[in-house]
């Protein structure tokens, strides 16, 4: 039951480290395709694994970085009005914990992506940089005004910062941490440029949630790590940097917000020990934990499928909504694909048209799914359920049904 499916080197401390769920070849998450492509498209073994040693969860095979963030990326931050309430919020904790003191003071994004965070620094007058690879959506930050440099972060760039805007106040990052499998260079150079009393805070999907909701379409290409507190307290320890407060979101389906600063220049938070607690109980430094993870994951997609057979087989129309990153695990790993769900509504101008990494479903503007009104909608965006189910009201009270399956596969 435990066999080894394959084996790396953890990425934080070089300790064998076996998977304990392989979801076999998949493609890139976030790679929507044309159709002319179809035979070119690039796939991996999708492995996650769990570090004996550090504890870290991790994908034991990565794909090359410049395959996933280039000049036509497809995720857009702006799209959801909820996240952008998020990200002002986030903005203004930061700036009314950490910044109130400080005379000018500098703060760096990484993955800001098309500045939904940044533009709100931007609009108090505060020196910001966003580090965003992706050129096309690091294009629509610049074009709001918001200093963007188009590059990775990496201790290179975080010397180039040194030296053209001095020592940065604050760091943050949203959803991008967890995508840098090359932590070690990322710490580095946050070490290196931070203030004394300079904090990093950034958030990222959690492990707990994952576990706890069997939401295992967070595991995708992007994600080389899955954070727990006890692992990232571990990572930063390795470079002198110390984990001072967590705070847990609601976003993304379960997330945590992890404040670091120099080790023993700020207060630790009690915070911090009660989410180790709460990890200690359920289970997260515990191999067996991952293997009835794997088991809730298996059941995940029977019952999907079964849903979804048993749909077709009574003659409803299905389409799902939401062509999330998260949906290319779904659609690959429960073989689902034109013949179960005949298309995806999404508002990103540069995924319509498109059809969607693998499964090679159509993916459509959101007027096709409003004028066509299928029986029933899979929801890969569960994680904006509520934006959404409030925004499809009328599609909801005219008898249309959208089914999820975080944490279990239900209709609503
Ligand atoms: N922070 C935004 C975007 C998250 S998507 C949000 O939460 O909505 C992840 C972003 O990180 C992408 O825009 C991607 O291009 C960027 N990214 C990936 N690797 C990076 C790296 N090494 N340095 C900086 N940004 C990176
Ligand atoms: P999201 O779940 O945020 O990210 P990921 O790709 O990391 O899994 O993606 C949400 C997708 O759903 C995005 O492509 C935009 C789309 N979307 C809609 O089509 N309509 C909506 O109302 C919302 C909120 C999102
Ligand atoms: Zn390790």
């Not at 294009?139 to 290179?156: H, L, P, W, Y």
């Not at 930063?236 to 110390?242: I, N, P, Q, T, W």
């Amino acid at each position: 039951m435990d066999r080894v499916l394959s084996m790396s080197r953890c990425l934080v401390c070089g300790v064998d480290t076996p998977s304990f769920l392989s979801f076999g070849r998949m493609p890139i998450a976030n790679g929507f395709l044309e159709a002319k492509d179809f035979e070119r498209e690039h796939f991996f073994n999708l492995d996650v694994g769990f570090c004996p040693a550090c504890k870290m969860v991790q994908l034991t095979e990565l794909v090359e970085r410049e395959r996933m963030f280039h000049e036509s990326y497809a995720f857009f931050s702006s799209t959801s009005q909820r996240m952008q309430t998020h990200f002002k919020a986030f903005a203004e904790s930061v700036r009314t914990r950490y910044l109130a003191d400080v005379s000018d003071p500098f703060v760096v994004e990484i993955g800001s992506n098309d500045g939904i965070m940044l533009q709100n620094f931007k609009g108090w007058g505060v020196r910001h940089l966003g580090v965003e690879p992706s050129a096309n959506v690091a294009a629509v930050a610049q074009g709001k005004g918001i200093r963007t440099v188009s590059s990775f972060f990496d201790d290179e760039l975080a010397q180039k910062i040194l030296a053209d805007d001095g020592q940065v106040s604050a760091f943050m990052g949203a959803n991008v941490m967890c995508h840098i499998p090359y932590m070690h260079a990322v710490m580095s150079g946050i070490k290196r440029l931070l203030a004394p009393r300079g904090v990093l805070v950034f958030e990222d999907p959690y492990l707990g949630d994952i576990v706890e909701k069997t939401s295992y379409d967070q595991i995708y290409d992007e994600h080389a790590f899955y954070f727990s507190v006890g692992s990232v307290e571990d990572l930063v320890a390795r470079h002198e940097l110390e984990l001072i407060d967590v705070e847990a979101q609601p976003v993304h389906g379960g997330s945590m917000r992890y404040t670091i600063a120099h080790r023993g220049a700020r207060p630790v938070s009690p915070a911090v020990e009660k989410q180790r607690e709460r990890e200690r109980e359920l289970g997260l430094e515990r191999a067996e934990t991952y293997a009835r993870f794997r088991q809730n994951v298996e059941r995940s997609r029977t019952d999907l499928v079964a849903l979804l057979t048993e749909l077709k087989r009574a003659g409803k129309r299905v389409a799902a909504y939401g062509a999330t990153s998260k949906s290319t695990t779904v659609t690959t790993y429960c073989s689902i694909g034109p013949d179960l769900i005949s298309y995806i509504s999404d508002t990103t101008p540069i995924k319509q048209g498109k059809f969607s990494p693998g499964a090679h479903i159509p993916v459509v503007p959101h007027a096709h799914f409003a004028a066509d009104r299928p029986d029933y909608t899979l929801l890969f965006a569960w994680n904006h359920a509520q934006e959404i189910l409030d925004k499809e009201r009328a599609y909801r009270e005219a008898g249309g049904r959208f089914i999820l399956y975080v944490p279990n596969v239900h209709v609503v």
